[in-house]
């Protein structure tokens, strides 16, 4: 297997041997690999071809598949494959039984890809990894029942790119432009979650867990947490956000529903640890799954393109039937357990989405020409196990008082439930919800831009962006197709950066690898 798509890739470079850092096997990567081969096949059968929903879907759910944490189950890949070709099948249905095959839309070989020269591959690399994320975000938006063309048509056009033999300067257009169509991708998706579940509004969520039978749901699909619960409603269960969950609770379609309670545990990665004792189910509707541990595997179920094997995956027909057995059968606490943030707090805060800064631009405005408040931070992206990363809770706790913190996505576990108070009625940490809501966070920031009348580099505004998978990298990809300019990235700069596609980033974005946040505060600010 080579696999060196997320931050924590085996010495900074490629995951090798029998089995991943995140316990993906070799077999399944490989299969990925396969999977992701067949897509290119399907892209390249496409080029003058018209693939409809059932091919689009196909393509979502494969790249989705791929994306780190997400599908560790052989067979599942294997069905994915399946689905696959038979859409290319459907496609170019005589392709292949000529006399002379021309092999042009036969399956990619991905060893090509790993094999290839290091700044072409690092390139392949951004489109792919990139097309992986905008996939997750396209699929939510999918299941809401809203779709875009342009959308679906980039991933033929990207994938096709990445299996071509083409130079730096025919693959730098494209990796630009899958930055582009990811904002329209976000967008979609910021359009679906609001028309179907509201405009979020800042929420208190609490981190307690009361008394009786309970679900957690992770991941990032709402409109699962909608479909559960329903089917709990007056079963006596409650609900508990985990992880990227938690600004489902800013949503008044989710938050009307008296059983949904609170929050249960922190990013992800805490997840061995905060499952190990606990009396009830955990949902997973999306990444990041790790492989459970003995002592909970019996209580860990999987919808959507999560897999893993042996575990109870509810399918299609979302019958939660064998979760809300499982909470019925475990029951729960016997008493309030009172849990807390990282940093000691009971509650956390979150819903501040565009809608909410935006209906108080004036505020906003007024506060930074009276110099109450002397910059913005965006301190958000991905949390991950390596050490180092408690860089950012430390950024924010040194952060100048006068500064505004925006944050989104499940790195804000590191700092969420501190209290920093407020500046002229706004509070100084807002949290605008998942990774996807980075659109929420490019809207504002245009915004801004407007009502001051310069560019969105020239704003008091600095980006500190955390990294782990590939929706990470799409979001990198729309900041940079922005123009948007200084972005300070870590913990570790991603592996497939080489020394020359990173040159380029730091020549035209001036890219920093965020170093300590005493210096780095200094040198934005100073
Ligand atoms: Fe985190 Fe995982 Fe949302 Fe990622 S839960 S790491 S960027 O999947 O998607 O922020
Ligand atoms: Fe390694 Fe990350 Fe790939 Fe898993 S997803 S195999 S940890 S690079």
Redesign the pocket.
């Known amino acids: 297997m080579f696999c060196y798509q997320c931050e924590q890739t085996a010495g900074c470079s490629g995951c090798t041997g029998k089995m991943g850092v995140c316990g993906k096997s070799a077999t399944a990567a490989n299969l990925q690999d396969e999977l992701t081969g067949a897509l290119i096949g399907l892209a390249r059968a496409s080029d003058g071809n018209q693939p409809g929903p059932s091919a689009h879907k196909a393509m979502i759910e494969g790249l989705f598949a791929t994306v780190?944490?997400v599908s560790f189950s052989d067979e599942a890949i294997k069905q994915q494959i399946e689905a696959v070709r038979r859409e290319k099948e459907a496609l170019v249905p005589q392709c292949g039984q000529c006399g002379t095959p021309c092999v042009r839309n036969d399956d990619y070989d991905m060893e090509l890809l790993w094999t290839a020269d290091e700044d072409i591959r690092s390139l392949k690399s951004l489109i792919l990894f990139g097309l992986r994320g905008m996939a997750a975000y396209a699929y939510h938006a999918l299941v809401l029942g809203y779709t875009d063309e342009e959308v679906n048509q980039f991933f033929y056009k990207g994938l096709f790119a990445v299996g071509e033999d083409w130079t730096m300067e025919e693959l730098l257009p494209v990796v630009m432009e899958t930055g582009k169509v990811n904002l329209k991708c976000m967008e979609l998706l910021d359009k679906a979650n609001t028309t179907v579940y509201g405009t979020p509004a800042p929420t208190e969520v609490t981190l307690s867990v009361e008394p009786g039978p309970f679900i957690v749901v992770s991941g990032?699909d709402l409109k699962d947490l909608e479909l559960l619960l329903a089917q709990t409603e007056g079963k006596g269960i409650n609900i508990y956000t985990h992880?990227?969950m938690l600004p489902a609770h800013a949503y008044p379609e989710l938050k009307k529903n008296p059983h949904l309670k609170g929050n249960f545990g922190t990013?992800?990665q805490n997840q061995q640890k905060e499952f190990d004792a606990i009396p009830a189910p955990v949902l997973f509707t999306?990444?990041?799954l790790m492989p459970p541990k003995e002592s909970y595997k019996d209580r860990v179920f999987t919808t959507e393109v999560v897999s893993y094997p042996q575990m109870v995956h509810i399918d299609d027909n979302k019958d939660f039937t064998p979760v809300i057995e499982k909470a019925l059968e475990l029951g729960g606490y016997s008493q309030t357990q009172r849990f807390t943030g990282i940093n000691g707090g009971n509650q956390v805060t979150t819903g501040f989405g565009h809608g909410t800064i935006l209906s108080a631009a004036d505020q906003v405005v007024s506060a930074v020409k009276s110099g109450d408040i002397g910059h913005f931070f965006l301190v958000g992206?991905?949390?991950g196990a390596r050490p180092g990363r408690n860089y950012y809770t430390e950024f924010v706790k040194q952060a100048p008082e006068d500064s505004i913190i925006l944050t989104l996505?499940?790195?804000k576990y590191r700092f969420n439930d501190l209290d920093l108070g407020t500046i002229g009625g706004l509070p100084r940490l807002m949290d605008m919800g998942?990774?996807n809501d980075a659109y929420g966070a490019v809207k504002v920031a245009l915004a801004l831009a407007e009502a001051f009348e310069c560019g969105v580099n020239d704003l008091p505004l600095t980006l500190v962006l955390s990294w782990?998978?590939q929706?990470?990298v799409c979001i990198l990809l729309t900041l940079l197709s922005l123009g948007i300019k200084n972005i300070y990235l870590g913990p570790t700069l991603p592996a497939f950066l080489s020394p020359g596609v990173l040159a380029y980033l730091i020549d035209n974005f001036n890219i920093h690898k965020a170093s300590a946040p005493e210096e780095d505060l200094k040198a934005i600010l100073g």
């Open positions: 780190t944490n990032h992880s990227e990013a992800w999306t990444n990041c992206g991905c949390d996505a499940c790195g998942q990774c782990f998978e929706k990470a």
